[in-house]
């Protein structure tokens, strides 16, 4: 149990650090703040609403892991590396569930 508390510390530790200093993932928290109540307000369909905040949710855990790698790059090299910033970048694809949500809502 001691275990599980420590992890449960840590755990909110990192969250606490990272919603202090990384802009991006803020601004995901402002999105999921909105997006929970836009996700019931688009649709009714509740695999629509769990793909919809899912979404969110994902690109959240994806953004805490491109923090963890960011910092983790920037403890073995300080050099900019494309092929690094590609592999970060390629999580946030996510978002076009949220498009194609929206355009078959809003222009159908």
Do not use: H
């Amino acid at each position: 149990m001691k275990r599980l508390w420590q992890a449960a510390i840590n755990s909110w530790n990192g969250l606490v650090a990272v919603t202090q200093s990384e802009e991006a993932f803020r601004q995901e928290v402002i999105v999921l703040v909105i997006g929970v109540p836009l996700a019931f307000f688009l649709t009714a369909d509740v695999g629509e609403r769990f793909a919809l905040i899912g979404v969110i949710v994902f690109i959240m855990i994806v953004e805490l892991l491109n923090t963890a790698i960011e910092k983790l790059c920037d403890r073995v090299t300080r050099d900019d590396d494309p092929v690094i910033k590609r592999v970060k970048d390629m999580g946030l694809a996510a978002g076009a569930v949220w498009l194609w949500i929206l355009i078959e809502k809003l222009w159908s």
